[in-house]
């Protein structure tokens, strides 16, 4: 079958006004033919939803998560665009997966966050990852069989501070955490990128995503943010994904998968010199990408309270109520803390991000 003879895909968007939304739309936009929105959902934007609905034809909106949801549970569509920002993505994405469409997830917090809960209910191949380093494994599995995989390798751009002691970094501003290389992202996301907590949250995705151990998914710093990540068989090769950084394309993949769109993206230029280095990742200033493997290993409600916790030291770091360092101090001591409850539910995950957030909030007023 060609592209051309598809049959029109029906998307839903969550957090349409947001960076993923724009650039989905902005695909979308640019290919007529193989999409149809039907749904937009946006935080608290009206102005900016009511211009997308225009523009679009769309009758059926949204404005915050818990109206998000129950538009999922509405609208008929074949993949819903899963691209609102925290945890509160998790009842939208439960609604997609119940509801038997195609989820393309941008909403990272939601799957790990929601870790079994999600897993449980996801067929196989109905959760499609957005995430440019999931997308890229995604991609590279496609080389080869669940049981030929040796190990999965995320690509991590090191972030601003690529190269510093940890010791260097307590004296971090706000303004130069917010200085990322490549991405343009929201404070939280720029932050974690700063932090790796980003990264530590990317591990536990993998292994939600793909069912590889932990002691099988690696990290290492690729500072020209090229190679989004990659897949080492069993036979010693290893698949990588490259491109231009540029979320049209995992975005594209999300909508259309297995399909590919073209013209979204443009390619790399193989006809100028260029350099591509891979460096370790140094743990012992970012611990946070050990942190997290130990958490996803923990279970439950554990990555709710690594997420939540998190949360609350970033806005606390911009607010100068905490040092850089000091996020990672207080994410580790309250994870620390918990005492995770035996059912895992959507209630006792709300009262254990509840409890990490007053938690955390306890611990940065003592810390000041």
């Keep these: 079958?060609?592209?051309?003879?598809?049959?029109?895909?029906?998307?839903?968007?969550?957090?349409?006004?947001?960076?993923?939304?724009t650039q989905a739309l902005d695909v979308i936009r640019a290919n007529p033919q193989r999409f149809e929105v039907v749904g937009l959902a946006a935080g608290s934007d009206r102005d900016a939803l009511g211009a997308q609905a225009d523009e679009f034809g769309v009758e059926q909106t949204a404005l915050g998560a818990a109206e998000a949801e129950?538009?999922?549970?509405?609208?008929?569509?074949?993949?819903?665009?899963?691209?609102?920002?925290?945890?509160?993505g998790l009842g939208p994405t439960l609604a997609a997966l119940e509801s038997g469409r195609t989820l393309a997830l941008a909403n990272k917090e939601s799957l790990i966050v929601g870790g079994d809960l999600v897993t449980a209910l996801a067929?196989?191949?109905?959760?499609?990852?957005?995430?440019?380093?999931?997308?890229?494994i995604a991609q590279a599995l496609r080389a080869g069989g669940s049981a030929e995989v040796r190990r999965l390798v995320l690509t991590a751009s090191g972030g601003p501070f690529r190269g510093r002691s940890r010791e260097s970094l307590a004296g971090v501003t706000p303004a130069e955490a917010l200085a990322h290389?490549?991405?343009?992202?929201?404070?939280?996301?720029?932050?974690n990128s700063a932090t790796l907590v980003n990264k530590g949250l990317e591990v536990i995705e993998a292994h939600l995503l793909f069912g590889v151990p932990y002691d099988d998914i690696d990290v290492v710093v690729h500072?020209?943010?090229?190679?989004?990540?990659m897949v080492e068989f069993v036979d010693g090769s290893t698949i990588a994904q490259a491109s231009p950084p540029d979320m049209r394309l995992p975005i594209s993949l999300g909508l259309a998968w297995p399909h590919r769109v073209a013209g979204v993206g443009r390619p790399l230029d193989w006809t100028t010199a260029t350099s591509w280095t891979f460096e370790p990742l140094d743990e012992e200033a970012f611990p946070a990408v050990r942190l997290a493997k130990r958490v996803g290993a923990a279970g439950a409600t554990y990555p709710a309270v690594f997420n939540a916790a998190n949360e609350q030291a970033v806005d606390a770091f911009h607010e100068g109520r905490l040092t850089f360092t000091g996020i990672l101090d207080i994410v580790q001591r309250i994870v620390d803390?918990?005492?995770?409850?035996?059912?895992?539910?959507?209630?006792?995950?709300?009262?254990?991000?509840?409890?990490?957030?007053?938690?955390?909030?306890?611990?940065i007023a003592a810390s000041g």
């Design 223 to 229: 500072p020209q943010s090229i190679v989004h990540s």
């Design 123 to 136: 067929r196989p191949g109905q959760i499609v990852p957005v995430d440019s380093e999931h997308s890229a």
């Design 70 to 88: 129950q538009l999922v549970r509405d609208v008929e569509a074949d993949v819903v665009l899963n691209g609102i920002t925290g945890s509160v």
């Design 1 to 21: 079958m060609s592209l051309s003879a598809e049959p029109v895909r029906r998307v839903l968007i969550l957090g349409s006004t947001g960076s993923i939304g």
């Design 181 to 191: 290389p490549t991405w343009d992202m929201g404070r939280v996301v720029t932050t």
């Design 337 to 363: 803390e918990h005492d995770a409850p035996r059912d895992l539910t959507r209630e006792s995950l709300g009262e254990a991000e509840r409890w990490a957030r007053a938690a955390a909030d306890r611990a």
